[in-house]
């Protein structure tokens, strides 16, 4: 039995999201711009998926611009409004020390052109403390992105609260939900952000589409310049096939949601307390009251992650170090040297994370095979006579 538990990096494709890509691709071939019967189909059919995106975070059709994935949705949010507010003098950022890469690179292209940053820290729960955040601000905020739910831990932030806060300041609020939508209600009304970036292949849809949510009202001003596509926002012919997969996706994942979590929960639950059980040295990883329900990030006393990732990957039971947009680093996960933890720590832990297609037979696989990988590779390094170390 083959085991996939790295759905924060990708999805397994739903059946039904794979014919309607097939469909699109073969029988929707016009130009989404033209006027004639062939481009209206194609109009039509992405009107549909934009209208099943908004109803997934509970936003208006005409608010939602499609885009090649989370991490141009993220650059579109952070670049578009930095372009829009530079005229007024705002030339200031605030972003949380355990945001992707999307957000933390961005942010450094701008330093460039003169833009400060200011990170704000977390502890080891992983969560923004509001004081903190309240701290960074500054008279020229002019945005602040913290993301929904970390990718590596899972942990929820407060963002009503924040966003509250950070309007106070005169600024905007931009999240990044590509690891909330699908796994929790996302409500763009209740959050009280701006601006709001998902991922379709967090869903169980096809890679290479995603979307920003832009409030009514927020300048934006496009990245990527050329045609009047997405309403003057996002210039490009669109995607047409990966769109109509990303809005089956979204309404599957909508009417499913609630058992989904519920299920998926139980089965985080089991693996998780079986290993802590089973595996002495073990610990969690962030804040275990609010978190998505799919995720658990383990530390493992006296092994490399990495090791234990192959070993494991030979077993057959795919898992993860961290971000997959950080594979092959060799750095430690910064989002748990943002937490504050030792070195050995941040390189000790893997992820696991669970989705639609996970089972009880699944978790089971994965808990008969660990404790015997960790055993062997903790031999490996054991001094003669030395004792296993309490857990970090």
């Not at 989002?335 to 994370?353: I, W």
Request: hydrophobic share 45%.
């Amino acid at each position: 039995m083959r085991v996939y538990f790295d759905y924060n990096a990708t999805t397994p494709v739903l059946a039904e999201v794979a014919d309607a890509v097939a469909r699109a691709t073969r029988d929707l071939f016009g130009n989404p711009s033209s006027v004639h019967h062939y481009g209206q189909q194609a109009k039509a059919a992405i009107d549909d998926a934009r209208g099943a995106v908004a109803q997934l975070i509970g936003a208006e059709p005409s608010e939602i611009v499609f885009t090649s994935g989370g991490t141009e949705a993220d650059n579109l949010a952070i670049r578009g409004l930095a372009e829009a507010l530079e005229p007024a003098g705002r030339r200031h950022l605030v972003v949380s020390a355990i945001e992707h890469e999307a957000v933390l690179n961005t942010c450094k292209a701008l330093a460039r052109r003169g833009w400060r940053t200011t990170i704000v820290p977390v502890g080891p729960s992983g969560v923004v403390a509001p004081d903190d955040l309240r701290a960074a601000l500054a008279d020229d905020t002019a945005l602040v992105s913290i993301m929904h739910a970390n990718n590596e831990i899972g942990t929820i932030q407060p963002l009503p609260h924040l966003a509250a806060m950070v309007h106070e300041h005169g600024a905007l609020f931009h999240t990044d939900a590509v690891q909330s939508a699908g796994k929790l209600p996302v409500d763009i009304r209740q959050l009280g952000v701006d601006l709001l970036a998902v991922s379709a292949h967090k869903f169980n849809g096809p890679k290479g589409v995603g979307a920003l949510w832009v409030r009514r009202g927020t300048r934006l001003l496009p990245v990527l310049t050329g045609g009047k596509h997405e309403r003057n926002r996002r210039a490009g012919t669109e995607n047409v096939a990966g769109i109509v997969g990303m809005g089956v996706a979204a309404a599957a994942v909508r009417r499913s949601l609630a058992d989904d979590t519920a299920r998926v929960t139980a089965l985080r639950d089991r693996l998780e307390a079986g290993i802590l059980a089973r595996v002495p040295g073990t610990t969690v990883n962030g804040a275990t009251d609010c978190r998505v329900a799919n995720t658990t990030n383990i530390s493992f006393d006296r092994i490399e992650a990495e090791s234990l990732l192959i070993a494991l990957d030979l077993e057959g039971i795919a898992v993860s170090t961290g971000s997959a947009c950080s594979s092959g680093a060799l750095e430690p996960s910064h989002v748990l040297k943002a937490m504050g933890f030792p070195v050995h720590r941040t390189q000790n832990s893997l992820r696991f994370s669970l989705g639609h297609f996970s089972t009880t037979a699944e978790v089971d696989r994965v808990l008969d095979a660990l404790p015997p990988l960790v055993d062997k590779l903790r031999s490996l390094t054991r001094r003669p006579g030395a004792a296993l170390g309490a857990k970090a």
